[in-house]
């Protein structure tokens, strides 16, 4: 039969091994889980966690997967992954890609739970957990070029909720070694559980899309294996029957290559950006900005002194849900411009505790905030890619003081430090595990090609 691109897809899943991840795809990657891990034990600290666990418990017949965060507590394989899925993004603390989409925290979770779920005999090694990882994050990449909708800062749906869905699939199904068909079936399935609205963006909900991603992209997994079918042409462009064009105006799907000797990974040619706090990924262009203005600021004054401040302007990208200008929540704080630029400009940084209760509604924020125009120059485009953040400080004595940021500290143009990640991770994972165990974690991930039973992990 003529290839399509759907069964392009589900031959690269069954066909990609091990050897197919290069050094620097295997280095990147292992970076990636490790601060999933540490993100999704940090979040377990969250009310939104607690009530998404709280529901899951109370489905939980066949308890053989583990919960970030929770010692002794175990859930079913889906549940777990649905429950970490949440933890993951709880805090918005997870990775982001390009085109935009936070490609771990919907497939780790899957992948974990499944691990666990595996027969003593059947249990995947570390090298099969790296490469259906690796497989879970090409086909969110794949997808999410297949439209240049895709490479801009989300408006109708929450792309994590969609690509994550079908790569928590296309990885779960490697790891338990789906055939081809029912790796395209696998596909199928995920595409119809799909999707999540912006609307819920800066909500308690918006956790549940991580959550969802790995959850039901595992469960098209398992439906595929027990032989359920789709349409096996869901990830092809067919004229008046839409499949995972449903999600895109503009659909240009490309078959993608089995691999013989080589496969190229999106993940060797562009890497992941790291966040530092825990904020919407747009938020580290503003404070890195307000950080930099702020020591002009001290130089010029001495200290930071916000009455010798008449206004304060943003210039930034239009993006309506992260344009915030009194958030009044944890959720709506971690996506408003107005509230990090001016955390980082009265705190001189941006940290777990800029979101709690007693942060947000202090008097001389309020007063800062109440100082903030917003901008949106022609030239700073909703990307990525391609958008900046600045902030301009206008003195009552009429001078203006300006900082700038075009790629943060974390940004996949300017990754951050093997220091700089491990120190993230330890600090994350010190809310809930001790010394030793967070140290046995890193050891784990940084060997995790020599792993004999992921399930360890």
Not at 99 to 109: D, I, Q
Request: aromatic share 8%.
């Amino acid at each position: 039969p003529e290839e399509t691109v759907t069964s392009s897809f589900a031959s690269f899943i069954h066909a990609v091994r091990p050897e197919h991840l290069s050094k620097v795809v295997r280095h990147r990657s292992k970076r990636m889980i490790l601060d999933s891990i540490g993100v999704g034990l940090v979040g377990s600290t969250t009310q939104v966690f607690d009530l998404a666990l709280q529901y899951c418990r109370l489905y939980s017949s066949v308890a053989v997967s583990s919960v970030y965060g929770k010692p002794g507590v175990k859930l079913s394989p889906t549940l777990a992954a649905f429950t970490n899925g949440v933890a993951t993004h709880s805090m918005d603390f997870d990775d982001t890609w390009h085109p935009a989409t936070h490609p771990s925290g919907a497939v780790l979770p899957a992948l974990l739970a499944a691990s666990q779920m595996l027969p003593p005999s059947t249990k995947p090694n570390g090298k099969d957990f790296l490469l259906a990882f690796n497989v879970g994050l090409e086909v969110q990449g794949r997808l999410m070029h297949f439209s240049t909708e895709a490479h801009d800062i989300p408006k109708r749906f929450h792309p994590p909720s969609v690509v994550g869905t079908l790569g928590s699939a296309a990885a779960t199904a490697k790891l338990l070694s789906l055939s081809t068909a029912q790796c395209a079936h696998a596909l199928g399935i995920a595409a119809s559980l799909a999707g999540a609205p912006m609307a819920n963006a800066a909500t308690q909900a918006k956790p549940l899309h991580i959550g969802n991603a790995a959850r039901l992209g595992f469960e098209a997994a398992l439906l595929a294996a027990r032989g359920m079918e789709a349409n096996p042409l869901v990830l092809d462009d067919i004229p008046g029957c839409s499949g995972f064009s449903a999600f895109y105006s503009v659909y240009q799907p490309k078959p993608l290559s089995t691999p013989s000797d080589h496969h190229e990974f999106l993940l060797e040619k562009q890497d992941i950006a790291f966040k530092r706090f825990p904020a919407h990924l747009g938020m580290h262009w503003v404070v890195d900005a307000a950080l930099s203005v702020r020591n002009l600021f001290i130089n010029y004054a001495g200290s930071f002194s916000p009455s010798l401040i008449r206004t304060i302007v943003l210039k930034i990208p239009v993006s309506k849900y992260i344009n915030r200008p009194f958030p009044s929540s944890e959720h709506q704080a971690r996506h408003s411009f107005q509230f990090n630029a001016c955390t980082a400009l009265l705190d001189g940084e941006v940290g777990l505790g800029s979101f709690a209760e007693s942060s947000i509604h202090r008097q001389e924020l309020r007063e800062l905030l109440d100082k903030v125009v917003v901008e949106h120059p022609e030239d700073n485009v909703a990307n990525f890619d391609k958008m900046y953040g600045e902030v301009a400080l206008l003195l009552h004595s009429g001078d203006i003081l300006t900082g700038k940021c075009d790629t943060f500290y974390g940004h996949w143009r300017k990754p951050l430090s093997t220091e700089s990640l491990l120190k993230k991770f330890r600090s994350n994972a010190s809310h809930v595990l001790p010394e030793e165990k967070i140290e046995t974690i890193i050891t784990m991930v940084d060997n995790l090609e020599n792993l004999s039973d992921s399930s360890q992990l």
